[in-house]
């Protein structure tokens, strides 16, 4: 029973004093007399538990910025922005300085007005193994998107992002993206960021045909060619490319906040707005809230690693040596077994085609072998 109601009744009943019955029972004799004092005001209702809580709270925030924190939520929302907790602390701290709400005081208030509901269950994000590139332009994710409009049509989106700043280096809009478009598309990213040192992609043809044709497409020579290294993800695991596919996501959230997108002129004026955002305003969570331009600006950006390798008008062919350090080639219609050597075992080398004449480099240009082909032979024996 309650401690409290049980005292004063008993002091009323039995006429012991309050000292007494506080010292028998170890509590406090102000506090009995205090119940003591509501009962005889209030009666039974003096005796029932009252909340402890302070009339009031100087430190309390919500009198000061509630309201501005569900402007700002509703806002970034309605432009199709992110609207967390970190992101409006962002916004705050630029317009009132270091003096803001922390950033569980301003999720509270989110989820108090019911803009948020706690996901417990959730796997947190620190238990992902992540991978991030040291340097500006050391990496470069590029992927293909698609982005349906409310008339029903459905464009496809080109984004490439770089990998250590989140910087959006290229997002265009086409019916088709082919890969001669990728190509268009990364010379043009590099007039204003430059070019990076590597290259991510899934394996969509736009971006390497050697999968399933085992001949390099137009984005293999290019890259091949500027020195680019190519990276590709294994099939079916799009978290290596996961940067660019979060981006999409981010992306689509905005577009499907605007109206009147019916053409591709429209739908690309609608990214480069959001482009210009996500690098220069948005803070970005992967980068300690930082802008991704801000990130790309704090230093000095990776170049190819390799020489530029000049292709002119020959054919290129990318293949790995085998066991037994022989490339194969097939030349009008009869296959040809060239040897390299045993230590290069497992090396991915690039031939070089002119007709007859032929020339194998590492992917990093160096030379392995030149040499002038034989149709009479299978084998061409080394020198």
Same mark, same amino acid.
């Given at each position: 029973m309650d401690i409290g109601r049980f005292l004063i009744e008993t002091h009323l009943r039995t006429g012991r004093s309050i000292k007494a019955l506080a010292k028998t029972h170890d509590v406090s004799p102000s506090w009995l007399f205090t119940l003591l004092g509501r009962y005889r005001l209030e009666g039974d209702a003096g005796l029932e538990p009252r909340s402890r809580r302070p009339r009031s709270s100087?430190?309390?925030?919500?009198?000061?910025?509630?309201?501005?924190?569900?402007? =700002?939520?509703?806002?970034?929302?309605?432009? %199709?922005?992110?609207?967390?907790?970190?992101?409006?602390?962002?916004?705050?701290?630029?317009?009132?300085?270091?003096?803001? *709400?922390?950033?569980?005081?301003?999720?509270?208030? =989110?989820?108090?007005?019911?803009?948020?509901?706690?996901? *417990?269950?959730?796997?947190?994000?620190?238990? +992902?193994?992540?991978?991030?590139?040291?340097?500006?332009?050391?990496?470069w994710q590029a992927d293909m998107t698609h982005v349906p409009l409310d008339n029903g049509t459905t464009f496809e989106v080109l984004n490439m992002i770089d990998d250590h700043s989140r910087v959006c280096v290229a997002s265009r809009v086409m019916v088709h993206v082919k890969a001669t478009d990728v190509v268009r598309v990364l010379h043009k990213s590099a007039e204003t960021w430059g070019y990076p040192a590597t290259l991510l992609t899934d394996n969509g043809l736009i971006f390497t045909a050697q999968r399933r044709y085992g001949v390099a497409g137009a984005v293999e020579h290019e890259l091949f060619a500027l020195g680019i290294g190519s990276?590709?993800?294994?099939? +079916?695991? *799009?978290?290596?490319? %996961?940067?660019?596919?979060?981006?999409?996501?981010?992306?689509?959230?905005?577009?499907?906040?605007?109206?009147?997108?019916?053409?591709?002129?429209? =739908?690309?004026?609608?990214?480069?707005?959001?482009?210009?955002? +996500?690098n220069t305003v948005r803070p970005h969570r992967g980068i300690a809230r930082k802008t991704p331009l801000a990130q790309w600006s704090a230093r000095d950006p990776a170049v190819p690693r390799t020489p530029r390798i000049t292709i002119g008008g020959r054919r290129l062919r990318l293949d790995r040596v085998d066991k037994a350090g022989t490339v194969t080639l097939r030349h009008r219609g009869q296959l040809h077994h060239i040897g390299i050597g045993r230590p290069y075992g497992g090396w991915r080398v690039a031939m070089l085609i002119d007709g007859r004449n032929i020339e194998i480099v590492s992917l990093d240009g160096s030379p392995i072998r030149k040499l002038v082909l034989d149709p009479t032979k299978d084998y061409q024996r080394q020198p």
């Open positions: 100087p430190s309390r925030i919500a009198d000061l910025w509630e309201d501005e924190i569900v402007v =700002l939520r509703k806002e970034l929302a309605d432009d %199709g922005f992110d609207a967390g907790a970190q992101t409006i602390s962002f916004h705050l701290v630029e317009r009132h300085g270091q003096a803001v *709400p922390s950033v569980p005081t301003i999720w509270r208030v =989110l989820r108090s007005r019911g803009f948020v509901t706690p996901q *417990p269950h959730k796997r947190p994000k620190s238990s +992902y193994a992540r991978f991030v590139a040291d340097l500006p332009n050391e990496c990276k590709h993800s294994r099939p +079916y695991h *799009p978290q290596t490319c %996961g940067k660019v596919e979060r981006f999409h996501q981010t992306m689509k959230k905005f577009l499907r906040a605007q109206e009147g997108l019916e053409t591709s002129k429209q =739908l690309q004026r609608a990214i480069d707005r959001f482009v210009e955002r +996500y």
